[in-house]
Nanobody, 126 residues
Framework: QVQLVESGGGLVQAGDSLRLSCAASGRASSTSIRAWFRRAPGKGREFVAAIYTHGGNTIYGDSVKGRFAISRDITNGTADLQMNSLKPEDTAVYFC???????????????????WGQGTQVTVSS
């Protein structure tokens, strides 16, 4: 069983930076694709970024491209999301997700991910 735990959320002001981290336990080394999604109040789940943990390839959602960066720490098994130039519209619950074991293709669809964390709140004040 893979468990994902997010950390690093909080309350910041517009223009600030924040770093989220996603730790995996269980069969962490078996999942090759890690991603971040978010859900803003009253909205659906939105793709933020994904990374192939073995090769480092990444993809991003259009709304965060150029401001957010996803990375992986192979030693610790974490997938981190560095968020810069935060805007009030970035306010959301951020979720870490992982694709099933053996999957190596980066995907934007939430349905492609089998494992999910509980989420961490990020609030950006204007």
């Amino acid at each position: 069983q893979v468990q994902l735990v997010e950390s690093g959320g909080g309350l910041v002001q517009a223009g600030d930076s924040l770093r989220l981290s996603c730790a995996a336990s269980g069969r962490a080394s078996s999942t090759s694709i890690r991603a971040w999604f978010r859900r803003a109040p009253g909205k659906g789940r939105e793709f933020v970024a994904a990374i192939y943990t073995h090769g480092g390839n990444t993809i991003y959602g259009d709304s965060v491209k150029g401001r957010f960066a996803i990375s992986r720490d192979i030693t610790n098994g974490t997938a981190d999301l560095q968020m810069n130039s935060l805007k009030p519209e970035d306010t959301a619950v951020y979720f870490c997700a992982a694709r099933p074991v053996g999957m190596t293709v980066l995907r934007r669809e939430a349905s492609a991910y089998s494992y999910w964390g509980q989420g961490t709140q990020v609030t950006v004040s204007s």
